[in-house]
Protein backbone atom coordinates (compact mmCIF):
# COMPACT_ATOMS: atom_id res chain seq x y z
CA UNK A 1 0.00 0.00 0.00
CA UNK A 2 1.78 3.46 -0.66
CA UNK A 3 2.72 5.09 2.19
CA UNK A 4 1.68 8.47 0.83
CA UNK A 5 -2.28 7.53 0.30
CA UNK A 6 -2.19 6.04 3.69
CA UNK A 7 -0.76 8.81 5.32
CA UNK A 8 -3.39 11.27 3.93
CA UNK A 9 -6.00 9.24 4.17
CA UNK A 10 -5.48 9.25 8.23
CA UNK A 11 -5.51 13.22 8.31
CA UNK A 12 -7.86 13.73 6.03
CA UNK A 13 -11.15 11.27 4.35
CA UNK A 14 -10.57 10.42 0.30
CA UNK A 15 -13.48 10.34 -0.88
CA UNK A 16 -14.41 6.85 -2.63
CA UNK A 17 -12.16 5.21 0.30
CA UNK A 18 -13.58 2.79 2.42
CA UNK A 19 -12.50 2.72 5.89
CA UNK A 20 -12.71 0.11 9.06
CA UNK A 21 -14.68 1.82 12.00
CA UNK A 22 -15.31 1.03 15.76
CA UNK A 23 -19.20 1.19 16.37
CA UNK A 24 -18.36 1.68 20.58
CA UNK A 25 -20.24 -2.12 20.80
CA UNK A 26 -17.50 -3.87 20.51
CA UNK A 27 -17.43 -4.73 16.99
CA UNK A 28 -16.06 -2.94 13.50
CA UNK A 29 -17.80 -1.74 10.77
CA UNK A 30 -17.07 -0.80 7.11
CA UNK A 31 -17.82 3.23 6.09
CA UNK A 32 -17.13 4.52 2.29
CA UNK A 33 -17.16 7.99 2.15
CA UNK A 34 -19.16 9.88 -0.17
CA UNK A 35 -18.24 13.19 0.49
CA UNK A 36 -16.34 15.90 2.83
CA UNK A 37 -16.61 19.38 2.59
CA UNK A 38 -16.13 22.13 4.57
CA UNK A 39 -18.65 20.76 7.85
CA UNK A 40 -18.32 17.06 7.73
CA UNK A 41 -17.94 14.01 6.26
CA UNK A 42 -20.66 12.05 4.19
CA UNK A 43 -20.85 8.61 4.06
CA UNK A 44 -22.39 5.11 3.11
CA UNK A 45 -22.40 2.80 6.51
CA UNK A 46 -22.51 -0.89 5.48
CA UNK A 47 -24.39 -3.52 8.20
CA UNK A 48 -21.39 -6.52 7.69
CA UNK A 49 -20.20 -6.47 11.22
CA UNK A 50 -16.66 -7.88 12.47
CA UNK A 51 -15.10 -9.49 15.58
CA UNK A 52 -11.67 -7.66 14.73
CA UNK A 53 -10.77 -4.25 12.72
CA UNK A 54 -10.24 -5.77 9.02
CA UNK A 55 -7.24 -4.88 7.28
CA UNK A 56 -9.22 -5.60 3.88
CA UNK A 57 -12.31 -6.34 2.71
CA UNK A 58 -13.99 -8.01 -0.44
CA UNK A 59 -16.35 -4.62 -1.57
CA UNK A 60 -18.54 -7.28 -3.16
CA UNK A 61 -19.28 -8.91 0.22
CA UNK A 62 -20.48 -5.36 1.72
CA UNK A 63 -24.64 -4.82 1.79
CA UNK A 64 -26.32 -1.93 3.33
CA UNK A 65 -28.93 -4.44 3.81
CA UNK A 66 -32.98 -3.03 4.94
CA UNK A 67 -34.43 -2.54 7.91
CA UNK A 68 -36.39 -5.82 7.80
CA UNK A 69 -33.29 -7.71 8.34
CA UNK A 70 -32.72 -9.53 11.58
CA UNK A 71 -28.97 -8.68 11.41
CA UNK A 72 -29.20 -5.20 11.48
CA UNK A 73 -28.94 -2.99 8.36
CA UNK A 74 -26.61 0.14 7.13
CA UNK A 75 -26.88 3.32 5.76
CA UNK A 76 -27.12 4.55 2.42
CA UNK A 77 -26.01 8.67 3.62
CA UNK A 78 -24.94 9.66 6.82
CA UNK A 79 -23.44 13.29 7.23
CA UNK A 80 -20.98 13.43 10.29
CA UNK A 81 -19.35 16.07 12.05
CA UNK A 82 -15.80 15.51 11.46
CA UNK A 83 -15.64 15.32 15.08
CA UNK A 84 -18.15 12.21 14.97
CA UNK A 85 -16.02 10.46 12.09
CA UNK A 86 -12.99 10.92 14.07
CA UNK A 87 -14.59 9.77 17.29
CA UNK A 88 -15.44 5.80 14.95
CA UNK A 89 -11.42 5.71 14.80
CA UNK A 90 -11.81 5.71 11.12
CA UNK A 91 -8.48 3.29 9.94
CA UNK A 92 -8.16 3.51 5.88
CA UNK A 93 -8.50 0.13 3.87
CA UNK A 94 -8.50 0.98 0.12
CA UNK A 95 -9.51 3.83 -2.58
CA UNK A 96 -12.62 2.49 -4.51
CA UNK A 97 -14.42 4.27 -6.84
CA UNK A 98 -17.87 5.86 -6.57
CA UNK A 99 -21.19 5.28 -8.16
CA UNK A 100 -24.40 7.31 -8.80
CA UNK A 101 -26.73 4.93 -6.71
CA UNK A 102 -24.15 5.33 -3.99
CA UNK A 103 -24.30 9.26 -4.38
CA UNK A 104 -28.32 9.40 -4.45
CA UNK A 105 -28.83 10.34 -0.89
CA UNK A 106 -26.13 12.55 -0.36
CA UNK A 107 -27.42 14.30 -3.43
CA UNK A 108 -31.15 14.12 -2.21
CA UNK A 109 -29.42 15.81 1.14
CA UNK A 110 -27.72 18.53 -0.81
CA UNK A 111 -31.22 19.78 -2.48
CA UNK A 112 -32.54 19.50 1.15
CA UNK A 113 -29.84 21.82 2.89
CA UNK A 114 -29.62 19.16 5.48
CA UNK A 115 -27.77 18.73 8.93
CA UNK A 116 -25.12 16.68 10.10
CA UNK A 117 -25.06 14.41 13.34
CA UNK A 118 -22.69 15.12 15.59
CA UNK A 119 -22.82 18.92 15.72
CA UNK A 120 -24.24 21.41 18.47
CA UNK A 121 -27.87 21.84 17.68
CA UNK A 122 -28.41 19.05 15.27
Known amino acids: MNSLITTAARDTPIPGALY ?3 DGAG ?5 KVL ?3 DAGVHIRLHKNKFATRPSRVEVSSLDLGSIHDP ?3 GMG ?7 AFSAWEPVFLEASAL ?3 ELEGYR ?3 EEQGGYFGRPGH
Not at 77 to 83: G, Q, T
Open 108 to 110: YWQ
Open 99 to 101: TEE
Open 71 to 73: DGF
Open 27 to 31: HFGVA
Open 20 to 22: SVD
Open 35 to 37: AVD
Open 77 to 83: HMPLSYA
